[in-house]
Nanobody
Framework: QVQLVESGGGLVQPGGSLRLSCAAT????????MGWYRRTPGNQRELVAS???????YYADSVKGRFTISRDNAQKTAYLQMNGLKPEDTAVYSC??????????????WGQGTQVTVSS
């Protein structure tokens, strides 16, 4: 069973940095696009950043220049380096992956979410 395991969330002061990790685990499979979403109580879930298998990236306007998404295909892991964090970045961040299983079935998986809190 494919599972996305997230880590790296926490409490940080404004201007600080965090690095989120998302590892896709399980039996042999292929991971296509991966992305990070975030949701706050007052907002719809939004796509923060995504990265394709080949390394093409997308960033929401609100995080451009501050966040960097990357991936290690051998480790089936995506990272989100978050610099210059602002209070408005506070949210639950969830990893998403488009996966082809060893049975040839395509499915979208979500991590459990990790809390990022930016506060003084």
């Amino acid at each position: 069973q494919v599972q996305l395991v997230e880590s790296g969330g926490g409490l940080v002061q404004p201007g600080g940095s965090l690095r989120l990790s998302c590892a896709a685990t399980g039996s042999p499979f292929r991971v296509n696009d991966m992305g990070w979403y975030r949701r706050t109580p007052g907002n719809q879930r939004e796509l923060v950043a995504s990265i394709s298998t080949g390394g093409d990236t997308y960033y929401a306007d609100s995080v451009k220049g501050r966040f960097t998404i990357s991936r290690d295909n051998a480790q089936k892991t995506a990272y989100l380096q978050m610099n210059g964090l602002k209070p408005e970045d506070t949210a639950v961040y969830s990893c998403n992956a488009d996966v082809i299983t060893d049975y040839g079935t395509r499915a979208v998986y979500w991590g459990q979410g990790t809390q990022v809190t930016v506060s003084s």
